[in-house]
Each structure stands twice: as C-alpha cells, then as structure tokens.
C-alpha cells in the first residue's frame, strides 16, 4: 500500500510526499520487525553477519516475508537516494510539502572537530544520495550477490523511460547511461540490452541519427551474442494432475545433444508429454544444484530477452529507413519503450 502511494504522488509530481511514504516503510519494517541494525549496515559482510545473528535469535521467524520486507526497503533506499541526487530543488507540482536536508530519510551534518553540529545540516544532497545507495547495496549480503544491482538497473531504467516520456532528454540519458554502467556489472545480458535499446530511442526522440545507430550497432552486438550462445538439451516432463487437467512438472532431466527431441506435441492426447528446452551452458552448474529454479528463470528470461531483440531489430528497421530519407526522420513515430 505504501508504495502504491509512493507511486501515486511520484506521478503527481510531489517528490517529497512520495519520500515521506517511501521513510514509512522503512520505519513499519524495522519497528516490527526489529532490523534496524542489519537495515542500516553499510556493508554487505556486516549485514550478512547480523542477518545470521536474527535469524538465529528468532528461529520461527517466516524468512521468506522478512527477505520480501527487505527487498522493498532495499527499494525505497534506491528510491529516496535517486530523489536526494535530484538535489533540492526537484520539479514539484502545487499540493507537495516543502522539501529540507531530511526529506530524503537521512540527515546528515557538517562535523565541529569530533562532533556534528546539527545546526548544519550537510548542503551537498549527492551525499545523502550516495549514503543512502550504500545502506541499499549493503543489503546484498542479505539478498544475495547482484540483487540489489538488478533493483538499481530497474529503476534507473524507469526513471529514464518516464524522463523520455516528458522530454527530458538530458536527465533521461543520465538514468539510463548510469542504469547501463551497473548492467554491465551483472551476468544479465536482458538488463543490458534493453537499456542499450532505450537509449537508442532516446537519441531517436531527439533527433540525433549517430547517437541512435551507435546503440542500436551496440544493442545489435548484445542480442546476436545471446542468440548464438552455447546452450545444453533438458527434457521436460510433464503430466496432467487430476480431473481439473492442471499440469505438473514430474522430471527434468540432461539429454545427450545428439538425442531426437522427443517433444511429443499434443499435450491434450497423452497423461504423459515432453518438451524440450535449451539451458546456457553458463547455468549448467546452478542447473544441477536446483534444476526448477534455473527452469524457471531461464524461460522468465528468455522471453524477455525475446521481446528486446524483436524491439531492436524494429528500432533498427525504422533507423535504416531514416538514412534513406533523413528528412523524414521526424515524421517516424517514436518506437513503443520495452
């Protein structure tokens, strides 16, 4: 609910109303929960360890809600720290609060010798914005190594599409420039790709026929390295359940590369069928470990990854007409943000 209402005065313009919903969930997660020290650990081994000490202190503790709850602060810290780098002065419409050093959800204050004066509250609102980015990035020895860098890529990426949308090339570019040097750090070539192709659009937006073929060229490179990626046979096997016909999962199991893919077609006409899937290579050790996981997220991604390509093989297709007729580039409609 409360980021749903985050959300809500975000689009209405009201950055400091949706900071004040975004520092509840913070204050509804660590009173209920008892975090606060894992919550505000600003590295990952240090989180990791008092996450550890939790758990144990709090052995019925349901691990899987409060690992949710983190993953939603970890959110509103991502969150409050791309307001605070907006500066304090961001774009607000009639009906917002006015905005103070501590509107972010962390004060912070010049230091007198050994102790902070706090009647000077630090000028630089970048500083909290990076403060507030490490309590985020602390959290990944809670969630897991690139966790929080996937929530990061996501909103930059948000941002950036919502920057576009209101003409703001130059904050745009910022968002999704920044958004692609943290992708690069991850083994996720969707992340990657999909910026790469919304910065494509945003030159396309501007105008600028160089900037666009330049990421699309590197877009382009990304999806044809994916699509020519080494991968390894899985059978599926599958089965219906009972009289309501919901099928189940009942094996899957590695086939040799040179089997006949035995997919038996008509799921309708056996209580028994097959589909073969392709798994990169890269996930053959995760595969072994929990084969329904990698499952899973292999298909979630490769639709995904799918979905991108057809975008970027579009954009290109609209970009290739443009240099036939360049005078007609500002008739082409904006291609549709993946």
């Avoid at 919550?39 to 989180?47: F, H, K, N, Y």
């Avoid at 209101?166 to 992708?183: C, F, N, P, S, T």
């Amino acid at each position: 609910m409360l980021e749903s209402l985050a959300i809500i005065y975000e689009n209405l313009s009201w950055p400091v109303k949706s900071a004040r919903a975004l520092r509840t969930i913070l204050g509804e997660a660590t009173r209920y929960w008892g975090l606060t020290a894992v919550l505000t650990a600003r590295e990952s081994g240090v989180a990791a360890g008092l996450f550890s000490d939790w758990t144990r202190r709090n052995p019925t503790a349901p691990v899987t809600l409060v690992s949710w709850s983190i993953e939603r602060i970890v959110s509103a810290y991502l969150k409050l720290s791309e307001m605070a780098r907006a500066g304090y002065n961001p774009q607000q419409a009639d009906g917002d609060e006015s905005i103070t050093p501590s509107s972010f959800g962390i004060a912070l204050y010049e230091v007198d010798e050994t102790n902070p004066d706090y009647q000077k509250p630090v000028s630089d609102p970048t500083i909290a914005a990076e403060a507030l980015a490490a309590l985020a990035y602390a959290q990944n020895g809670v969630l897991g190594d690139g966790e929080v860098e996937m929530r990061h890529v996501w909103l930059l990426e948000e941002l950036g599409k919502r920057a576009l949308g209101r003409k703001q090339y130059e904050a745009a570019w910022d968002y999704l420039q920044r958004g692609l040097k943290v992708a690069e750090g991850l083994n996720d070539s969707t992340f990657r790709l999909s910026i790469l192709n919304n910065l494509a659009v945003a030159f396309h937006q501007n105008s600028d026929l160089a900037g666009e073929m330049k990421y699309l060229e590197s877009a382009a490179n990304v999806a044809n390295s994916y699509l020519s990626e080494a991968t390894f046979p899985v059978d599926v096997i599958m089965e219906h359940s009972g009289p309501d016909g919901r099928s189940i999962v009942v094996e899957r199991r590695r086939v040799d590369p040179q089997e006949k893919d035995e997919d038996s077609g008509d799921a309708d006409a056996n209580t028994r069928w097959i589909r073969r899937a392709h798994i990169p290579v890269n996930c053959s050790r995760a595969f072994d470990e929990n084969s329904e996981k990698v499952l899973n997220r292999t298909f979630a991604e490769h639709w995904a990854m799918m979905a991108v390509i057809a975008s970027v093989f579009a954009n290109a297709g609209h970009r290739a007409l443009a240099e036939d007729e360049a005078s007609a580039l500002t008739k082409i409609d904006p291609v549709a943000l993946v």
